[in-house]
């Protein structure tokens, strides 16, 4: 192995969530009267902490969401992961194999602790990580693609940024992989990969489609 940590990002990666997240975003973001498509969403926010929703939102309109948005929004996506969650095709593979060849990996999401955590629980992958393992961008004080959080994971994991293997599917994480010195490994179900090689293309960047494909990727 090439590497002595892998880093899984969440949303996406290990679980299949982007589709539920993303139309719910959509929806309150519309009914907030800021018109927003399930497409758009996708484009704008996939892989962003929530502050950064609020942010591009403040840019673009002029006006704040509401207080009570992420809570609101939490509760709807909270609501979808229960009742339709399921972990990316391969992904429960993929970390059997690192567990057997004894490569340690961890997950560093832009998404809150619980929404991490109901998300790994629903899917069966929590036992795969356990809390020592978990981190958030609420963990940093910036989230992607700032490097903070990458870096705070390798940092308690206790290995250097340059032995470490981001897997990603969104821009944002990408270039937070490569503003950490890391090795990104992007993973294009849902990204077209020219959005994320544009993303990668200051540091090292391997695309693949197929999670299944990914421990040979990482061996390469």
Same mark, same amino acid.
Do not use: W
């Given at each position: 192995?090439?590497? @002595?940590?892998? +880093? ?7 679980? =299949?969530?982007?589709? +539920?997240?993303?139309? /719910? ?18 484009? @704008? ?9 609020? =942010? ?12 009570? %948005? =992420? ?5 709807? /996506? ?13 992904? $429960? ?22 929404? +991490?955590? /109901? ?14 393992? +978990? %981190?958030?961008?609420?963990?940093? !004080? ?5 490097? @903070?959080? %990458?870096?705070?994971? $390798? ?25 950490? !010195?890391? @090795?990104?490994?992007? %993973? ?13 293309? $200051? ?12 421990? !040979?990727?990482?061996?390469?």
């Amino acid at each position: 192995m090439r590497y @002595d940590l892998v +880093i899984f990002d969440n949303d996406g990666v290990l679980v =299949d969530s982007e589709p +539920i997240a993303n139309h /719910v975003l959509a929806d309150l973001l519309t009914e907030h009267g800021h018109p927003t498509t399930y497409e758009e969403s996708l484009r @704008d926010y996939m892989g962003s902490a929530m502050h950064r929703v609020h =942010d591009l939102v403040a840019e673009r309109s002029g006006q704040r969401l509401p207080e009570d %948005f =992420d809570a609101t929004y939490y509760a709807r /996506v909270f609501e979808g992961f229960r009742r339709e969650l399921q972990p990316v095709p391969g992904v $429960a593979a993929v970390l059997e194999k690192l567990d057997a060849d004894g490569v340690p990996y961890c997950v560093a999401s832009s998404g809150s602790h619980e929404r +991490i955590r /109901v998300a790994l629980r629903k899917t069966g992958l929590y036992g795969h990580f356990g809390e020592e393992r +978990i %981190f958030s961008s609420q963990d940093v !004080g910036r989230g992607k693609p700032a490097p @903070d959080l %990458f870096l705070h994971a $390798a940092r308690v994991m206790g290995v250097a940024p340059e032995r470490c293997a981001v897997v990603e599917d969104s821009p944002l994480g990408v270039q937070a992989a490569v503003a950490a !010195g890391m @090795d990104a490994y992007g %993973f294009t179900a849902m990204t077209p990969p020219a959005r994320l090689e544009e993303s990668g293309s $200051a540091g090292v960047l391997t695309l693949f489609a197929e999670m299944a494909g990914l421990p !040979g990727k990482l061996m390469m």
